[in-house]
């Protein structure tokens, strides 16, 4: 077991919630590798070509996590998992929080200098 890698039990809980594959077509990948690979992506913050092969191809990866996202399927998990939690009394709401502060800013946001425009007015330090 890899240090990102769901466990058996783990993967036990979030299997029912995932959508069912389709009855035609080329067969799916197989979720676990892939929610293994979007984990392992998350957690480390590397590009989406970095992932290991043993997820699969990153392009899967990052298709199935865009579209999980669109069709809320994350979103259905997060809710499922944390009312669980709290369910089980695991669960601090006082505590519990997402942290954005890892997304950067566009250089625009930063002041940088737009096409065509005029430099951004920015305070001078002392």
């Not at 890899?2 to 009855?23: G, I, M, N, S, V």
């Amino acid at each position: 077991m890899r240090r990102f890698e769901l466990t058996d039990e783990q993967y036990a809980l979030l299997e029912p919630l995932l959508p069912p594959a389709k009855k035609t077509g080329r067969p799916r990948a197989n979720d676990r590798k892939i929610l293994n690979g979007l984990f392992w992506k998350l957690a480390t913050g590397a590009s989406w070509r970095d992932i290991p092969d043993r997820y699969g191809p990153w392009q899967t990866v990052f298709e199935r996590f865009t579209v999980w996202r669109a069709d809320g399927t994350l979103a259905k998990l997060v809710a499922a998992l944390q009312e669980q939690l709290d369910v089980a009394g695991q669960l601090d709401w006082v505590q519990f929080n997402m942290d954005g502060t890892t997304v950067r800013a566009s250089r625009a946001a930063g002041g940088a200098r737009k096409k065509g425009g005029p430099a951004p007015n920015l305070p001078t330090m002392p």
